[in-house]
């Protein structure tokens, strides 16, 4: 099992740009394909950004395509998401998640607490 602790959320303007991270403890995380998930209020939560365990692919949600980048640090157990030209309606808790040796399209076996994001308008 792997443990996954985001930070980097915030408050920031439309237009701005955030970078969460999150790291991973417990097992080899280049093992591990990430995902980074969204839930706003009152709605479900949703996908926003995948990366292949061995880093060869990546993923993104239409509403964030060309603005939000995601990556990977092997050699820190971490996953980024770079949001860029942030929207209002990207306000939303941000959730990492991994499944070993999954594709990125797929159920995530591991979640992390989740961080804040709000962005004004």
């Known amino acids: 099992q792997v443990r996954l602790v985001e930070s980097g959320g915030g408050t920031v303007q439309a237009g701005e740009s955030l970078r969460l991270a999150c790291a991973a403890f417990?097992?080899?995380?280049?093992?591990?394909?990430m995902g980074w998930f969204r839930q706003a209020p009152r709605k479900e939560r949703a996908f926003v950004a995948g990366?292949?365990?061995?880093?060869?692919?990546?993923r993104y949600a239409d509403s964030v395509e060309g603005r939000f980048a995601i990556s990977r640090d092997n050699t820190k157990n971490t996953v980024y998401l770079q949001m860029n030209s942030l929207k209002p309606e990207d306000t939303a808790v941000y959730y990492c998640?991994?499944?070993?040796?999954?594709?990125?399209?797929?159920?995530?076996?591991?979640w992390g607490q989740g961080t804040q994001v709000i962005v004004s308008s």
């Open positions: 417990g097992s080899p995380f280049s093992t591990y394909t």
């Open positions: 990366i292949l365990w061995n880093g060869g692919s990546t």
């Open positions: 998640a991994a499944k070993r040796f999954g594709p990125i399209v797929a159920e995530y076996t591991n």
